[in-house]
T-cell receptor
Framework: DAGVIQSPRHEVTEMGQEVTLRCKPI?????LFWYRQTMMRGLELLIY????????DSGMPEDRFSAKMPNASFSTLKIQPSEPRDSAVYFC??????????????FGPGTRLTVL | AQKVTQAQTEISVVEKEDVTLDCVYE???????LFWYKQPPSGELVFLIR??????QNEISGRYSWNFQKSTSSFNFTITASQVVDSAVYFC?????????????FGEGTQLTVNP
């Protein structure tokens, strides 16, 4: 079975540009998570969805960040406009179960974003 | 609020040594779940183990073992006879129970280097 798929794997962009990161969760999983990993802040949860509905977006740093999940097999994380401090690795993860904490999350390979 | 602390930032051992990675957690919930993830140099996050708060039995899987002690709020991870392939960053994580329990809070990670 395919794991969580993320694209692109690497993105280099200039400050002010719009960036869109994409994620395809594991088929049958109904929870999807977006994380950001930086040296300074470690792994942080940005937002998560249950059954395509955003449940907790308290980790989204500011209005420049937005996330959507139009269907069970696709989600996007958009940054507009991007800033150098957004440079990080962005992970998408998925799990079974809605609103329960015991199911392990399976992570995608990550998107390494560099904003110049 | 939940919190996970991994006090060891970096550990360096020689191959075949045993090594223990410490994890201390804080939560107000009586139902919660603890996880360990491995992040090898390639960057992906790999699930290793899950434990729920009602199961304090230690677990062994090959060279890996986990010691869960609620009395000290610790969930330590031991690698026996370490190998170079064990070199990675290891993350301990906590998820609380209940309807909002899908949020994973990660520790800062421990960089393990196993030298030949």
């Amino acid at each position: 079975d395919a794991g969580v798929i993320q694209s692109p794997r690497h993105e280099v962009t200039e400050m002010g540009q719009e960036v869109t990161l994409r994620c395809k969760p594991i088929s049958g999983h109904n929870s999807l998570f977006w994380y950001r990993q930086t040296m300074m802040r470690g792994l942080e949860l940005l937002i998560y969805f249950n059954n395509n509905v955003p449940i907790d977006d308290s980790g989204m740093p500011e209005d420049r960040f937005s996330a959507k999940m139009p269907n069970a097999s696709f989600s996007t994380l958009k940054i507009q406009p991007s800033e150098p401090r957004d440079s990080a690795v962005y992970f998408c993860a998925s799990s079974l179960g809605a609103g329960v904490g015991y199911n392990e999350q399976f992570f995608g390979p990550g998107t390494r974003l560099t904003v110049l | 609020a939940q919190k996970v602390t991994q006090a060891q930032t970096e550990i360096s051992v020689v191959e075949k040594e045993d090594v223990t990675l410490d994890c201390v957690y804080e939560t107000r919930d009586t139902t919660y779940y603890l996880f360990w993830y491995k992040q090898p140099p390639s960057g992906e996050l790999v699930f290793l183990i899950r434990r729920n708060s009602f199961d304090e039995q230690n677990e062994i899987s090959g060279r890996y073992s986990w010691n869960f002690q609620k009395s000290t709020s610790s969930f330590n991870f031991t690698i026996t006879a370490s190998q170079v392939v064990d070199s990675a960053v290891y993350f301990c994580a906590l998820s609380e129970g209940g309807t909002s329990g899908s949020r994973l809070t990660f520790g800062e990670g421990t960089q393990l280097t196993v030298n030949p």
